[in-house]
């Protein structure tokens, strides 16, 4: 099985701030990744689906990028309707979620 | 517009068997995949199965032998049944759509204890 390992799994940044959020795989998955946000108490929601495509209706801030086994999301300008955890998901062999990384303003 | 509803009951008694249904609209179930996501209190997501737009399934491996997945495309539901329950299987149960999981169903809490 793929294992994935999202860091860190808290993140605090300030309002404006360029956010980074990791996520690496124990193998590689040909660029097979999505990105959800999970805020509380809600259901997960796609941002990035095959690692770079940007859902509709998410704001451009949100970007992803990666190849291989290292893959990133990227919130160009934190705003704080955007804390909120974020999961990566691997779909190349089977189906798996990161642990997350959960988004807090500092 | 695209929706999912999972719908179920709230408790189930250990070594009981779960059996959810996802109710969707807004898209056939011939056309687009469904598959069942769950969340253990507080902590993160797991996939656990899916059934295809042709009728076929695909089970996490680690549940395969206690879970099932079916459908009835005329009423347009999805069914989840998984026998055996532990108090570890206690979670929000979530359906969701397609292979990017694009739209998701609000989720219901199923709590295993006796």
């Known amino acids: 099985d793929i294992q994935m390992t999202q860091s860190p799994s808290l993140l605090s940044a300030s309002v404006g701030d360029r956010v980074t959020l990791n996520c690496k795989t124990s193998q590689n998955i040909n660029k097979n990744l999505n990105w959800y946000q999970q805020q509380l108490g809600e259901a997960p929601k796609l941002l990035i689906y095959y690692t770079n495509n940007l859902q509709t209706g998410i704001p451009s801030r949100f970007s992803g990028s990666g190849s291989g086994t290292d893959y990133t999301l990227t919130i160009s300008s934190l705003q704080p309707e955007d804390v909120a955890t974020y999961f990566c998901?691997?779909?190349?062999?089977?189906?798996?979620f990161g642990a997350g990384t959960k988004l807090e303003l500092k | 517009q695209v929706q999912l509803k999972e719908s179920g009951p709230g408790l189930v008694q250990p070594s009981q068997t779960l059996s959810l249904t996802c109710t969707v609209s807004?898209?056939?179930?011939?056309?687009?995949?469904v598959s069942w996501v769950r969340q253990p209190p507080g902590k993160g997501l797991e996939w656990m199965g899916a059934?295809?737009?042709?009728?076929?399934?695909d089970y996490n491996s680690a549940l395969k032998s206690r879970l099932s997945i079916s459908r009835d495309t005329s009423k347009s539901q999805v069914f989840l049944k998984m026998n055996s329950l532990q108090t570890e299987d206690t979670a929000i149960y979530f359906c969701?759509?397609?292979?990017?999981?694009?739209?998701w169903g609000q989720g219901v809490m199923v709590t295993v204890s006796s």
């Open positions: 807004g898209f056939s179930l011939t056309s687009k995949s």
């Open positions: 969701t759509r397609n292979n990017y999981f694009d739209y």
């Open positions: 059934i295809w737009s042709g009728g076929s399934t």
């Open positions: 998901f691997q779909y190349n062999s089977g189906n798996t």
